[in-house]
């Protein structure tokens, strides 16, 4: 079973239009992270969200936390080619043994045609 | 230029034959981690290690062995390799775990007939 759920698994878009991928969990995260994945290399960390309801931005990319740490969101405005990839929220749970597991969503590929 | 250095990139192996995948950082981590990457499943740790001769299992730590006897290396041993086995791995490093951030090797896909 799944600890953090992303969705959609799968998104196509064409270029210029927004889309927003969604990580949720039942359990509460003390830090939530999203990275990107292209094919043939490891994981690239975009951001690290660590406060309950902080939002940060980086360029066309705005990441949420949700208030009660169980969830959190990306969202790609104009979206282009080079978005594309697999992106995966990952985060180590709130228990008292498991401050070096770092779970990680299944993850959700983009896809951004020109 | 700092990195996590995983050998070989690609392995091809039989069955029950043992094989070891190296891990290298060079960044003087003391948090190092193995996670095996299938479709549909995502990312799923199999070992980690807090520090030098400090480790734990992950979510699937069947058939895998690891060790930490230097800081910078974190090898992953599969005794008796078997098919389902065959999936990609990657190694990752991070300074102190948790929601520091995670260096990634370039992952070694391995099969096992």
């Known amino acids: 079973t799944q600890l953090l759920e992303q969705s959609p698994q799968f998104l196509s878009i064409q270029e210029g239009e927004n889309l927003t991928v969604y990580c949720n969990s039942s359990?509460?995260?003390?830090?939530l992270q999203w990275y990107r994945q292209e094919p043939g290399e490891g994981p690239v960390l975009l951001v690290t969200v660590v406060t309950g309801g902080e939002v940060k931005k980086l360029k066309r990319l705005t990441f949420q936390f949700g208030d009660a740490r169980k969830d959190s969101s990306l969202h790609i405005t104009a979206a282009q080619p080079g978005d594309t990839g697999l992106y995966l929220c990952?985060?180590?749970?709130?228990?008292?043994?498991?401050?070096?597991?770092?779970?990680f969503g299944a993850g959700t590929q983009v896809v951004v045609t020109p | 230029e700092a990195q996590v250095t995983q050998n070989p990139r690609y392995l091809i192996t039989v069955t029950g034959k043992k094989l070891t995948v190296t891990c290298s950082q060079n960044m003087n981590h003391e948090y190092m981690s193995w996670y095996r990457q299938d479709p549909g499943l995502g990312l799923r740790q199999i070992y980690y290690s807090m520090n030098v001769e400090v480790t734990d299992k992950g979510d699937v730590p069947e058939g895998y062995k690891v060790s930490r006897k230097e800081k910078r290396n974190f090898p992953l041993i599969l005794e008796s390799p078997s098919p389902n086995q065959t999936s990609l791995y990657f190694c990752?490093?991070?300074?102190?775990?948790?929601?520091?951030?995670?260096?990634f090797g370039q992952g070694t896909r391995l099969t096992v007939v």
């Open positions: 359990s509460v995260f003390s830090s």
């Open positions: 990752a490093s991070s300074f102190r775990g948790g929601n520091t951030e995670a260096f």
């Open positions: 990952a985060g180590p749970p709130m228990t008292t043994d498991s401050w070096g597991k770092l779970q």
